[in-house]
């Protein structure tokens, strides 16, 4: 995941910072408004989460192993 990171976050920053040089033009009258500084937040604390799941699931041996934990944690109402 950290590999391919710059290269997913890099897509997104081109994209940010078009739609903010685009709206920056006096011609453009577009309906469509968004906070470039936010998206890229969101973008990073979406990439922390799964990392996290998936640093997570590499505790366990194989899927069984986390299907098993997976379902007592289900029966405890906590996280695995």
Known sequence: ???LWPHAYGIIDYLTTLYEL??????VRSSLVFDAG???EYAK????????Q?????????AAEL???????VERKTSF
């Open 54 to 62: 998936v640093e997570r699931g590499r505790r366990y041996e194989n």
């Open 67 to 73: 299907d098993e934990a997976w379902a007592r944690a």
């Open 1 to 3: 995941m950290d590999e």
């Open 38 to 40: 936010l998206m890229r």
């Open 45 to 52: 604390k979406q990439f922390a989460i799964r990392k996290r």
């Open 22 to 27: 685009q709206m920056a033009q006096e011609w």
